[in-house]
Every structure is written in C-alpha cells, then in structure tokens.
C-alpha cells in the first residue's frame, strides 16, 4: 500500500499574527514563551541590543518571529536571566527563529540591572533621547532611566515622582514607555509539527534567506543616492579589477573606505555621514589603487589570492590616502612591513591588529609613520619555513607560491611565460599535483606542485623527464638530478631531492624580502633627520 502520510509536510498553515512588546513579556511571565533544546547560544553584544531597543523606539522593523505551538511539561523556564517555575502547558509557543531578540525583551525589561554585577543596563537617556549602557552613577537622576522601569506605567510613575522629574523629562518618559509597550513584532505560529521539520524550518530561516552584508547595505544605503563616480563599493572593486590582481571583496573596500576615513574599523558603515559618501567613496578607490600598484609591483605579489592576509590592503590604503607620493625609502621600508607581518602571522585580520595599524600612520609624518609600522611587524619565525603540508588557503602556502612565481614559471610544453594570476583565477587553484599518491610525506608538500595549468591528456611528469630547456625547468625549481631521477621512474628520489632544493631557496627568497637583520637600515632616511634652522 501506497504511504499517504508526508510527516515532513505541515498539515495547517502557520497563524501569521502580531504580538505587541507587552504581549511578549506578558507571555514569557506566564511560562508560555519556552526555548527549545536545539536553538543556538546567545551570540549577540551590548550594541546589538542596545540597537534593538533604538529600533523599536524609531518604530524600525525587527524582523519576524517563529514559534512553535505544542505541549510544555512544568518546571523551571530560563529565558536568558529571567527565570520562572511555570506550570503545564498545552499551548507553549516555543521559539524557533527569534531567541536574540526575545531574550534582550526579558534581559532589559523583566529582570533589569540585576543580572551584572556592574549594574550596566540599557537605560535612557531623557535629555538627548537615546539609549545608553552604563550604571546610574556615571549621570546624575533622574536623566537616565532603567528600561526595566520604563515598560511599567506604575513604576515609572513612582520613578518620576521618586527622582522630581520635570513636565517635559516626564513626557518624554511616557511616550518612550507608550512605544516600548504598543510596538507591533509580526510572528509566525507553527502547530502539528514533530521536532524534525522544525529543525528544517528553522535551518531554513537562518540559512535559506541569506542576510546582506555590510558593504551591500552601505551601497543602499549611500550608493543610490550617490551621483558620480565611482557610485558604489561594488562599482570600486569592479573598477580594480583592471589593476589584474584580481577580485577585491567589496567588504575589504568597506575596510579601506573606513580607513580612509580614519573610521574605527569595528563600529561599521553607520559613522559615514550621507554627505560625505561621494568624497569618501572616490578618495578610497584613488588610495586603493595605489595600494593595489604597490603591492603587486614594488611588494611583487603577483594576485590577491597569494596575499597572505587582506587586511594590510586597508592599511595602505590610508598611508597612501595621507602620504601620496612617499619616497623611495618609504617605499622600501613599506615592502618589509608588508612581508615581515605576513612572514610573522602579524598582519593575521582582526579589528584589534587593524586599529593599531591604522593608528600608527600619521598625518604629515612619512618617516613616522613608516617607523610606526615596522614596530608592529614582527620578527622572524622561530621555526623554519616548512614546506608541507599545502593547503592553498594557509598564509605560509601562498607565500611559498610567491617566491616559486618569481622564477617567472615557463610552460613545459610551449615554453611561454605562464601568467600566475590567470592561474589563480582558477577554481582549482593556482598549482597542479605530480603525482596524486602520497607515496611519502614529501608528496604532501610544494615538492609535488608546480605552478602550472594542467595539460590534456599527458602527463605532466612525462613532459619534465622529456624536456631539453633547462631554463624551463629552473623556472619551476627542477634541477638536472631531480630531473635524471624522474626519468629513472624513481618518483620518491625525485620529490625528495626537490624539497632538499626548494627548502633553502624559499627560505633565502621569504628572508631577502623580510630583511630580517637590515634593522640597523631601518631606520629614518637622512632627509628626515635633517632639521631646518628656523
């Protein structure tokens, strides 16, 4: 008999109605708002939440909640730090999409300044009308008020009366009050479903609806009401696409965007004024540029992929934003801040290593500058410049790359220049394997790796054992022995006494571009220690 039951199927569609924030609240007290087992931790920060209650009080959308109507068992019900020991239900809604925001509701207005031992809670501020995080102390009363008091009338009227406030502070207190209780969250209610298609659902909502990203928001936001070019950060990294370094995320340009405008890298889109987005978009292409020129032709990395850490692209976007023309010491002393920090793991992206980069480059002073930057660097590693395993993605992998495509890699067959970037424009990446055995650990590494597309229907061994141009195979760091022995068919000698040569190669190479011991020439060019008599 034919299966007519579909359990993956809802069988009555989900009740679509609103519930006001006082609903809400009224809710989680009576125990009927639950958390299901499967929901994720709490990952939001004080800003998230203090954005949350802004956005109600400016009558902004809030996005959508998800319950899950079904039977709760009694007992004690958490929802972040309010807590109550509900009794049975059969109507629980369970929160399947939601939990952030239904948690800060609970947090802020039910518990209050209790759960931090600090007293921190949002309150607000009833002079500049915004919201605020700290204790009562840091602001004489009754200015800042507790949410926790605000979302009832009675005890916000015995606040006001307890702290004198005045006819407008009043006023002002009653609306907020009046706008935190009657705000409208539109929900989703799900009935008869088993826990397994609310997995789905839920996987669905977090995933399936894939949010904007913070530079697809700053181009709505600015880019269409900006005339002009460049007009966007999506139209910004479309243009350097002719520098042939390849792709710059359009976030990475937020970044610099930021950076130019001496922003701080972890606050967001949000501190560029509407007025200054056409400077601030053009000034950061032009100082993109010439980051983008230097890196890949004084720095002589061949394409954003063999870049070890994007970061540093933000970097030099505002040194070269303050210094437009540095001079040829700058430039040499930027190239080894540039690799030793990528040698080093220091450039690693983070906002705390962003901030402090862009803190050191200082308006009018080049040398400074530089100086500033060459302290936060780093030395040399510790351990030596392993050659295995590979894994493309690995800083130390792609820095390798960088110094087997200065040998300027020829192609086995041609004998043509092979171009680096149009490799790492590839989904396969930049390099093709000899052999796909791992017949020993050599042939985890670069020894079995050649920068190089792959060829039709022959061997990429047998094209290095029958080739008579050595300078093809010194391109790509194989020597006569290497080769003799592939032409033994002795694989396991030949990556082995490729990774003997490659080894001291790429450790001269990674040392020549760091400079590791031109400390002592590190130091300011003789132009900028020359003090003119006044």
Request: charged share 30%; net charge neutral; glycine share 6%.
């Amino acid at each position: 008999m034919a299966k007519t039951d579909t359990p993956d199927r809802l069988e009555r569609r989900p009740e679509a109605r609103p519930f006001s924030i006082e609903d809400l609240l009224n809710e989680i007290r009576d125990g009927r708002i639950r958390v299901p087992r499967f929901q994720r931790g709490l990952r939001w920060e004080n800003e998230n939440r203090r954005e949350l209650f802004d956005s109600i009080y400016r009558g902004f959308p809030i996005g959508t909640l998800l319950f899950w109507k079904r039977p709760a068992e009694a007992g004690r019900v958490e929802i972040g730090h309010f807590a109550i020991d509900a009794e049975i239900r059969s109507d629980a809604l369970w929160v399947v999409d939601g939990q952030q925001r239904i948690t800060t509701l609970a947090d802020v207005l039910l518990v209050g300044p209790g759960p931090d031992p600090n007293g921190r809670t949002i309150r607000f501020d009833l002079e500049e009308h915004k919201f605020v995080y700290g204790v009562a102390a840091q602001k004489p009363a009754p200015r800042w008020i507790p949410l926790s008091t605000v979302h009832d009338s009675a005890r916000l009227l015995a606040w006001a009366f307890e702290n004198r406030l005045k006819d407008k502070e009043l006023a002002t207190a009653l609306d907020l009050s009046k706008r935190l209780r009657e705000y409208q969250v539109p929900a989703y209610i799900v009935e008869a479903a088993g826990e397994e298609v609310l997995r789905q659902i839920f996987d669905r909502t977090n995933s399936s609806g894939r949010p904007l990203s913070a530079a697809e928001v700053f181009d709505a936001l600015h880019g269409a009401l900006t005339t002009g070019e460049p007009a966007s950060l999506r139209e910004i990294a479309k243009q350097l696409r002719d520098l042939d370094f390849g792709s710059v995320e359009e976030d990475l340009v937020l970044r610099a965007l930021l950076a130019v405008r001496r922003k701080d890298p972890g606050r967001g889109f949000r501190q560029i004024a509407q007025d200054d987005a056409p400077a601030a978009l053009s000034e950061t292409s032009s100082a993109l540029r010439q980051a983008i020129a230097f890196v890949k032709n004084a720095a002589q990395f061949p394409h954003i992929e063999l870049l070890p850490y994007k970061l540093p692209l933000a970097t030099l976007a505002l040194f070269f934003h303050e210094h437009r023309e540095p001079r040829p010491r700058t430039r040499t002393l930027l190239t080894r801040w540039l690799w030793r920090g990528a040698i080093s793991g220091n450039h690693r992206g983070d906002t705390v290593s962003l901030r402090r980069t862009l803190n050191a480059i200082k308006p009018g002073d080049e040398e400074g500058s530089v100086q500033n930057l060459l302290a936060e660097a780093g030395g040399p590693p510790v351990e030596s410049y392993s050659l295995r395993p590979l894994h493309f993605r690995h800083a130390r992998t792609k820095l390798q790359l960088v110094a087997l495509a200065s040998l300027k890699p020829r192609h086995v067959e041609t004998g043509e220049a092979i171009d680096v970037g149009e490799l790492c424009e590839q989904k396969s990446g930049p390099t093709i394997r000899l052999t796909s055995k791992n017949l020993i650990p050599e042939a985890e590494g670069l020894a079995n790796r050649l920068l190089h597309p792959p060829l039709e229907g022959v061997s990429i061994r047998k094209r290095i054992a029958a080739c008579e141009d050595q300078g093809i195979l010194h391109s790509h760091l194989i020597s006569a022995r290497a080769q003799q022995l592939l032409r033994e068919g002795d694989l396991t000698g030949f990556l082995r006494t490729r990774e003997m040569e490659l080894q001291p190669y790429i450790r001269d190479f990674l040392d020549s571009r760091a400079d590791w011991h031109a400390s002592d020439r590190d130091r300011p060019s003789l132009v900028s220690l020359i003090v003119e008599d006044e």
